[in-house]
């Protein structure tokens, strides 16, 4: 019953109050006022930290292998048909054929050359020189050499091949100057040697061929 009273006593307060309230007469609205000036423009802010990383996305699928591509084809060899083209086989065992033809016409034919000597024939031998204990020169016949003619060519040359009396040295060193002479047909023919700047010694051997 008290707490009624009090209450009561709070709102007859709050209906004073309400009444003066009421008795104020509100404020008119006055008229606008000139725009003030424009403020300065504000310095820019700083940039915001940096955000995290996104996790990272699944791997994919492996895509399906690729068809095997065809195999190449190489030649393996060419000819020349018998018409004068040219024709290649591949590595397939297929056959190419040109229609160009890669072979010249047939030249001329060269004129015959002379008919040789049916009774040519060559024949040779080796000799030996003896120039003793000392000569400028020496001579040896070369017999039982039955194809040799008084027409014959005979030619003779030094065999560098060491000797009981000269080394191989002696004899690149110290040649002997050759001819032929004295050609007996039938016979054979002589083998002339000579020192040209001193005496020679012992022995010499020489090669000889013949040709008729």
């Given amino acids: 019953m008290e707490e ?14 309400l009444a003066s309230l009421a008795a104020i007469p509100l404020p008119v609205a006055g008229s ?16 915001g930290k940096d955000g995290k990383d996104g996790l990272a996305g699944a791997t994919g699928k492996q895509g399906k292998e690729g068809e095997e591509g065809k195999k190449g084809v190489s030649i393996v060899d060419a000819e020349v048909d018998i ?42 031998g080796t000799a030996q020189l003896d120039f003793n204990t000392g000569n400028k020169t020496a001579t040896v016949v070369v ?24 080394s191989e040295d002696d004899l690149l060193v110290d040649p002997i100057r050759l001819a032929i002479k004295s050609l007996v047909a039938g016979v054979g023919f002589t083998i002339y040697g000579e020192m040209d700047n001193a005496k020679a010694n012992g022995l010499y051997k020489v090669d000889w061929s013949l040709q008729n």
Avoid at 4 to 15: D, G, H, P, S, T
Avoid at 145 to 150: A, H, I, Q, R, W
Wanted: no cysteine; aromatic share 2%.
């Fill in 4 to 17: 009624i009273i009090i209450l009561a006593k709070e709102l007859r307060k709050v209906k004073t109050k």
């Fill in 32 to 47: 606008t006022g000139a725009q003030g000036l424009i403020g300065k423009t504000g310095k820019d802010g700083k940039d």
């Fill in 83 to 124: 018409d004068g083209t040219l024709s290649f086989e591949l590595s397939d065992g297929s056959i190419i054929k040109t229609t160009t033809e890669v072979v010249g016409a047939q030249g001329p034919r060269g004129i015959p050359g002379a008919s040789g000597d049916s009774s040519s024939s060559v024949s040779s």
């Fill in 143 to 166: 017999t039982e050499v039955v194809s040799v003619l008084t027409t014959s060519r005979v030619f003779a040359t030094m065999r560098i091949e060491a000797t009981a009396d000269h």
